[in-house]
């Protein structure tokens, strides 16, 4: 078994995040999200949040959760960010709320075995630790850091070295989407590749032309849109 992309899936939980989040400027980050998770149809999606962070990608990964049939977990550090995100959703549709897990986000996440979608927030500082205890699918999985480019600040991230031992990378992509989304993508035990990730469209229905870079020390890839 492994991830198999579905492309039209994928569609339907974007055009449904555009149209849930028109009220938002963003920049892309919860329609690209929703779209990937809906379109890998992945059965348990984790994301974390706190009080007072934007609810956009949340609105997201619960359309793609409702367009698949999933799991969808979000873990937040207190009573009073779980409150406030499940009213925050609400004010937005989305009914009824994800499962919501209050209590220290590493642990919470080492509890959880076989998700095969994953997000964490890079504005976090325990965001590293999160992504080492994952427990991935043995089908696969795609785990993305936004807020990727204050990561990047600091300097001497790789998926490679942040993993569990054994797990293994097939591709990974650094998107210029909102404040950066940096996205692994995780191998099924049985060898077999992912699919490539998903073609965009531009705000003015055209295609967006996209410049691959790879880096010659890690292997990882980075793509940078015109």
């Not at 960010?81 to 925050?88: D, T």
């Not at 990727?148 to 031992?165: E, K, P, Y």
């Not at 591709?171 to 060898?191: H, N, T, W």
Request: proline share 6%; hydrophobic share 40%; glycine share 8%.
């Amino acid at each position: 078994m492994k991830l198999v992309w579905s492309p039209e899936t994928a569609l339907k939980a974007y055009i449904d995040t555009v149209k849930s989040c028109e009220k938002f400027k963003e920049s892309g980050v919860p329609e690209l999200l929703s779209a990937m998770a809906a379109g890998f149809n992945t059965k348990l999606i984790v994301e974390s949040w706190c009080y007072g962070g934007p609810i956009a990608a949340s609105v997201g990964l619960a359309v793609a959760a409702r367009n698949t049939g999933a799991r969808h977990v979000c873990i937040v550090p207190d009573e009073k960010s779980r409150v406030r995100y499940i009213e925050a959703l609400a004010e937005m549709g989305v009914s009824p709320p994800p499962e919501v897990v209050a209590g220290e986000a590493e642990a919470a996440v080492s509890r959880l075995a076989g998700l095969d979608f994953l997000v964490v927030d890079c504005k976090r500082r325990e965001f590293a630790r999160v992504l080492r205890v994952a427990k991935v699918s043995p089908k696969g999985a795609v785990l993305a850091c936004k807020n990727a480019w204050q990561r990047n600040s600091r300097g001497g991230f790789r998926w490679s070295v942040v993993l569990q031992r054994g797990v293994r990378v097939v591709r990974s992509v650094f998107l210029p989407v909102g404040k950066g989304l940096d996205i692994a993508y995780i191998g099924s035990r049985s060898g077999a590749p992912l699919p490539p990730p998903p073609q965009t469209t531009a705000s003015n229905g055209g295609t967006c032309r996209w410049i691959k870079h790879i880096d010659q020390q890690s292997g990882e890839e980075h793509l940078f849109r015109e």
